[in-house]
Each structure stands twice: as C-alpha cells, then as structure tokens.
T-cell receptor, first 114, second 111 residues
Framework: NAGVTQTPKFRILKIGQSMTLQCTQDMNHNYMYWYRQDPGMGLKLIYYSVGAGITDKGEVPNGYNVSRSTTEDFPLRLELAAPSQTSVYFC?????????????FGSGTRLTVV | GENVEQHPSTLSVQEGDSAVIKCTYSDSASNYFPWYKQELGKRPQLIIDIRSNVGEKKDQRIAVTLNKTAKHFSLHITETQPEDSAVYFCAAPSGYQKVTFGTGTKLQVIP
C-alpha cells in the first residue's frame, strides 16, 4: 500500500495563476481532508469529504475548491493564487468508526505564490 | 465548534528526562483524542490516541491520560531520546468525523 500520495511535492505559482493539488489514497478510506500549515503554525482544515460525491467546507475554504468523484481521489483546486496561499498543504484520509479515527497524512505539497 | 488549547508551545528537556504536554478542550461530548508527531519537514503521524471510556493508555515510552471532568488530556514521554525532538499536536473532535488540532508543542531533547 502506498497510503496517501500527494503531487506535486513543490510548486511555485505566480499571483493569479491556478493549479490543482492531487491527492490519492489506496486504503479504501471513506473520509478525506485537506489541511494547510503555515510556517511554524498548526493545521487548518480547508475542505473535507465523507465519501464520493460529498464535500464540505472547513475553517479556511476561501480561494479553494474540491471535488470527490471517486473514493480514491480528492483534488484541491486553487483559483487565482494569492501570496496568502503560500503554505504547506497536507491531504489526509481516515476510516469512519463509531468511536474515533486516526488520520493518515500524505507527504505534503509546499506551495509558494510570488 | 471545538476549541483546543495546547501548552506549552516549546519545551526543552535533557535526554532521559520526562516531557509532558497538556491540552484542554471545550466540548464535553468529545470522545476521541489523538496525538500526532511531526518531525521537521515531514508529515504529521499518529503516535497514540485515547477514547473517552478509558483514563490512560500506554505504548512503551509514551502515555496519554484523560480527565473528562476537567476536560483535559496530556501526553507523557518518559526516558526522552534525541529522536523524540519534533512538534507534537493534540486534537479533539469538532463535528462529524473531523477534528480540531491544537497549536503544537515544539519539543527539543538535549543530548
């Protein structure tokens, strides 16, 4: 099992450009998440999905969009990139359980907007 | 939503000493409390978790305690080693199948 795979690992964008961060998991996890982590800071939830075709906003969704057409894939779209979106982006997945769930994180995408 | 506070923000200990990190939460209905370790430049990794029906859980040198009445839970690392140096995050449920993370504790183990 590869776990949670994110691509690309690094990217530099110019202000106003768009891009898609890819995330795929092979663990048959229903739940998937996108977090951003600013330097020296904690993890902020951008969007999450509890299954194919279902997505919902987290704490900081502005400037981002997601889709979930399959169980495996959960891409994050940045439209009109801004310097404030410079961050490390982590995708995560988990199984649903009635009493709690640990996340498996991808290795992250380091994005710089200039 | 859930409010998770984590203390201290930085912690330095001598190798072999113990380290304790504490988190408080606001939602009394919360029932699952994971801890993640993030080494420099790496992804967060789940190291231990506890559910609300137990008060303590141990895994070798790591333990987590939960006080539901006071709404706080703590991570205890004994016999610290240099490889324990990392940022540690606590988390608590903040709605259906998602969590809120604490702000992180940077632990430095001094050889």
């Amino acid at each position: 099992n590869a776990g949670v795979t994110q691509t690309p690992k690094f990217r530099i964008l110019k202000i106003g450009q768009s891009m898609t961060l890819q995330c795929t998991q092979d663990m048959n996890h229903n739940y998937m998440y996108w977090y951003r982590q600013d330097p020296g800071m904690g993890l902020k939830l951008i969007y999450y999905s509890v299954g194919a075709g279902i997505t919902d906003k987290g704490e900081v969704p502005n400037g981002y969009n997601v889709s979930r057409s399959t169980t495996e894939d959960f891409p994050l779209r940045l439209e009109l990139a801004a310097p404030s979106q410079t961050s490390v982006y982590f995708c995560a997945s988990s199984l649903p359980t009635s009493s709690g769930y640990g996340y498996t994180f991808g290795s992250g995408t380091r994005l710089t907007v200039v | 939503g859930e409010n998770v506070e984590q203390h201290p923000s930085t912690l330095s200990v001598q190798e072999g000493d113990s380290a304790v990190i504490k988190c408080t939460y606001s939602d009394s209905a919360s029932n699952y409390f994971p801890w993640y370790k993030q080494e420099l430049g790496k992804r967060p990794q789940l190291i231990i978790d506890i559910r609300s029906n137990v008060g303590e859980k141990k895994d070798q040198r790591i333990a987590v305690t939960l006080n539901k009445t006071a709404k706080h839970f703590s991570l205890h690392i004994t016999e610290t080693q240099p490889e324990d140096s990392a940022v540690y995050f606590c988390a608590a449920p903040s709605g259906y199948q998602k969590v809120t993370f604490g702000t992180g504790t940077k632990l430095q183990v001094i050889p």
